[in-house]
């Protein structure tokens, strides 16, 4: 895939940067909600905490996990797959702070996907070390709905790849308070973040905090 060829974009809004035909980075664009954002987090958090959850093969993932809405996606030796209750606490996911659901929302229409109610969010918590690796979010029931992915804390380097594992990633530096929307065209590229550098967060310290909004169900 040639990233070059963004001819046909969409007209932007200032500070929104095109890494595909159908995927934008908006810098800075959840940076006046981010108060609200992790107070949600936290109480979010206390009910089903973040943990390391295995993949199918058996390896335990560096990045550790929780999810609230309507359904939460979790891995174990069984597979990958969205439930409606925390493995942890056989209890429902916390329900989808209304700061959540509105930033996905404005930030989903910000990038020319009007009507994205997301009904599910993936928590990731990075502490250096620690790396996603390549991969399609691709367990959700329809691709219609674009994912919508927000980044607090420490800098992240950002792989965005293409529609085939093989094809080149572009690199993307990603900071506090950036957004990152792909869907349409874009919604099955494959993304994953290098391995976190130590950088403290004068707000959140060795810490990377990532939000996925996601339609799952
Ligand atoms: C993910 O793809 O689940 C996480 C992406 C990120 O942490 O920026
Ligand atoms: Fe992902």
């Known amino acids: 895939m040639n990233l070059d060829l963004f001819d046909d974009a969409a007209p932007q809004p200032a500070r929104s940067e095109s890494i595909g035909p159908r995927s934008v980075v908006l810098r800075g664009y959840a940076l006046p909600a981010a108060d609200a ?120 380097m950002f792989l965005f790849g293409g529609l085939a594992r093989s094809d080149p990633a572009a690199r993307v530096p990603l900071f506090h308070g950036d957004v990152v929307v792909w869907g349409g065209a874009d919604r099955l590229r494959f993304h994953g973040v290098l391995p976190l550098k130590d950088r403290p967060h004068p707000r959140l310290g060795s810490l990377r905090l990532n939000l996925t909004l996601r339609k799952a169900g």
């Open 37 to 156: 954002l992790l107070q949600s987090l936290d109480e979010v958090i206390r009910q089903s905490p973040f943990r390391r959850m295995e993949t199918p093969g058996g390896h335990l993932m560096s990045v550790a996990l929780s999810n609230c809405g309507r359904l939460g996606w979790t891995t174990d030796r069984d597979g990958y797959r969205y439930t409606p209750v925390d493995p942890l606490s056989d209890q429902p996911w916390p329900g989808m702070p209304p700061a959540f659901a509105a930033l996905g929302r404005e930030a989903a229409a910000a990038a020319g996907f009007a009507g994205f109610e997301p009904d599910a969010c993936l928590l990731n918590r990075y502490e250096p070390g620690a790396r996603m690796s390549l991969h399609q979010d691709r367990n959700e029931r329809d691709f219609s709905a674009p994912i919508v992915s927000v980044s607090l804390g420490m800098p992240a």
